[in-house]
């Protein structure tokens, strides 16, 4: 697999590396009130799991891990930070993931989110993905609680291809 995908014009995803994980780390520290540790995202990169970072004239603008299995895929971690939301940069790497999928023969994505995530949910509905079921208790919450996640999932033989993500 090529190290680069073109998502779009201008911005441009690349494999995260031990380099990146500083102005990764300023990001998911941002987005996140229970953050991955430095630690996850080197253990993650160490097993080999799909970790992109997007760049918007040089700059991490944002970033998205993901584990494979046999035919499916679980997106573990997708974030955008706060100064670059809401120009659809999100909506590129769920395109450039699901090419990721496609040429890995993984027929079903799979993600979790917080019950209280709307903006993730609304992206992920949006996107095409399924509300499927709830996970108790599944994340930390403030003051010891704990929160439900969502499972959701997207069938990707249904899911047209972005014409601007050549296969
Ligand atoms: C959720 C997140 C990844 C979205 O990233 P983004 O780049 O802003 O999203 P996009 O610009 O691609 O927007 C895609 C969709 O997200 C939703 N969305 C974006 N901004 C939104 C906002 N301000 N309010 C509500 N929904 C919004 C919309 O459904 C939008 O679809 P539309 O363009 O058809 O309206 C980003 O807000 C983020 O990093 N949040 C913190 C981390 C997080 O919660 N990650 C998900 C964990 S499961």
Known sequence: MSACLAVSAAPR??????????AVLA???????FPWTRGNFIDSL????EAWLLEDGGMAVGYFLALQGVDEMHLLNISVAPASQGRGHARQ???ALCRLCRQSGCLQLWLEVRLGNERARQLYRRYGFAEVG???????????QREDAVLMSLQL??????PEVQP
Do not use: H, K, S
């Not at 995803?13 to 500083?22: G, S």
């Not at 033989?157 to 972005?162: H, R």
């Open 93 to 95: 790497m769920l395109d």
């Open 157 to 162: 033989a249904a899911q047209p291809l972005n």
């Open 13 to 22: 995803l690349r494999r995260m590396q031990i380099p990146d994980l500083e």
């Open 46 to 49: 160490a097993a080999g799991y």
């Open 27 to 33: 990001i998911e520290n941002q987005v996140y009130e």
């Open 134 to 144: 709830r996970r108790r208790a599944y994340y930390p919450a403030a003051q010891g």
